[in-house]
Nanobody, 117 residues
């Protein structure tokens, strides 16, 4: 099992930026697809972005052009740069590791992002 620890959440005004980090306990970031999910109160968890081992990225329509997922293999860390934040981006953000079989099997504890004036 891979331990994932998120950080970087907080309170930000609309239009602001945050960068989330997800540190993995082992060298899995480079060989697995890594994803960022979010869950707002009373809403289902949604996949925000993912990055494959080959560096292919994909984003939910709601964040395209505003969020960027990246990774640093040397640091076993995945990042989510979030710009032009909106109140509807408020949620708990989780990073997760895909096992390669299509399922995300390891999850972090989550970090709260609140966008409010």
């Amino acid at each position: 099992q891979v331990q994932l620890v998120e950080s970087g959440g907080g309170l930000v005004q609309p239009g602001g930026s945050l960068r989330l980090s997800c540190a993995a306990s082992v060298s899995s970031v480079s060989i697995n697809t890594m994803g960022w999910f979010r869950q707002a109160p009373e809403k289902q968890r949604e996949l925000v972005a993912f990055i494959t081992s080959g560096g292919i990225t994909n984003y939910a329509d709601s964040v395209k052009g505003r969020f960027t997922i990246s990774r640093d293999n040397a640091k076993n860390t995945v990042y989510l740069q979030m710009n032009s934040l909106k109140p509807e981006d408020t949620a708990v953000y989780y990073c997760a590791r895909n096992s390669g079989g299509g399922s995300y099997v390891d999850w972090g504890q989550g970090t709260q992002v609140t966008v409010s004036s």
